[in-house]
């Protein structure tokens, strides 16, 4: 069960989690404040990152391997060629800008914080037992996707290569 504060910031795992977890919001709100797209793109990779380190303390490896590998690495990269692809013409529409609503924002986003954490300290958790998740859940993803769903993931692989190279298509037409 959980005592309160003082049982949270005695455990390390609860200070990686609190650290993953502003990076992962950080990272959010710079994407959704930066103006510049490139600036958007490092910060949504900040939270893709920071999201695998909270699967790795889930003790999820797998995904946190798959959320760097694919979302942190390849969606990044891919949003980056995007921009540099396209003639992307930043600055010309720039709206008034009302100072208020990011001091809304602040004081709405400190009361959720405050409501969440109330909810969370008077909530009661209960041990349902305990999960036997297995020695290599890595080994048992492999034996599964190479095994039993082999076809459906050789498909996949055949309809992304197919999308990639359409992908590329579309972009040199509207090139010339």
Same mark, same amino acid.
């Given at each position: 069960m959980f005592n309160g504060l003082g049982d949270f910031l005695s455990s390390g795992t609860s200070w990686?989690?609190?650290?993953? +977890?502003?990076? @992962?919001? %950080?990272? @959010?709100?710079?994407?959704?404040?930066?103006? &510049? =797209? =490139?600036?958007? =793109? !490092?910060? !949504? +990779?900040?939270t893709f990152i920071s999201l695998a380190g909270l699967y790795v303390i889930l003790e999820a490896e797998f995904v946190a391997f798959v959320q760097v590998l694919i979302y942190a690495g390849a969606i990044s990269i891919l949003m980056i060629f995007g921009i540099m692809m396209? &003639?992307?013409?930043? %600055?010309?529409d720039e709206g008034a800008k009302r100072p208020w609503h990011e001091g809304l924002a602040?004081?709405? +986003? !400190? %009361?959720?914080?405050g409501v969440l954490f109330y909810a969370i300290q008077k909530s009661t958790f209960v041990s349902s037992g305990t999960l036997d998740a297995g020695k290599d859940n890595t080994l048992?993803?492999? &034996?599964?996707?190479y095994n039993v769903h082999v076809i459906p993931f050789e498909i996949m692989s055949v309809l992304l290569t197919v999308a990639f190279i359409g992908a590329i298509v579309v972009a040199k037409r509207e090139e010339d």
């Open positions: 990686a989690f609190f650290i993953f +977890a502003l990076l @992962a919001i %950080g990272g @959010a709100i710079f994407m959704i404040s930066f103006t &510049k =797209v =490139v600036h958007m =793109v !490092v910060a !949504v +990779a900040l396209t &003639k992307h013409r930043q %600055g010309e602040i004081l709405g +986003a !400190v %009361g959720l914080f048992e993803i492999g &034996k599964l996707l």
